[in-house]
């Protein structure tokens, strides 16, 4: 499968979320309308290395990544475990003391924190009331305008967006196609990594292009 281009620091956006089939939807529109705005989705699923250390693999990703996506939402307790689940803000605060303490670009990053209610974090993180994370009410497609008009108030003055009910529709006009591109690229649909993902987006992008960039 070929690999996509980096976009360099300033085109990539670091996607902070859970990675369960639960949660895909959520994490598919998300990745999407990261490309369709004209940036490249990063997150920990692109490399699969057994020798490397996962959380040394976030940070190096983290390093690389001027924008950052982090879903706080899913905090409840295991079923199994009867314990929470903390990765996401733990990420969240690799991000924020990357901004805080690093020097030169890392200086220069911005984040986004989702919820599925505006203020629903106060009870389980209060220490990011400063970050005001924005609620998609558990509906990707709300996800979808919110990511797009973060990305939109943070790029170049000359770059135009198309809005997000706009991307939403192009969104569930790939999901249609997503199929026959598998079957196209000898791909499994239930099989594909994020890596297969991303790349079909690329491709679908092609040829419905959005001819801007971001970066």
Known sequence: MPVIPSPGYRGSVFINCPFDAHYRPF??????????????????LERNNGGEVRVQKILDIIERCQFGIHDISRTELDRVSRLPRFNMPLELGFFLGAQRFGTGRQREKVCLVLDKARFRFQKFCSDIAGQDPESHGGKPIRAIRIVRDWLQSHATAAVRMPSGSIIGRRYQHFRRQLPKMCQTAKL????????????LIAEWLKVNAIEETAW
């Open 188 to 199: 499994t649909p239930v099989e594909l990594t994020f890596n297969d993902f991303t790349f």
């Open 27 to 44: 994490f598919d529109a998300v990745v999407f309308a990261v490309h369709d705005c004209g940036f490249v989705a990063r997150c920990a």
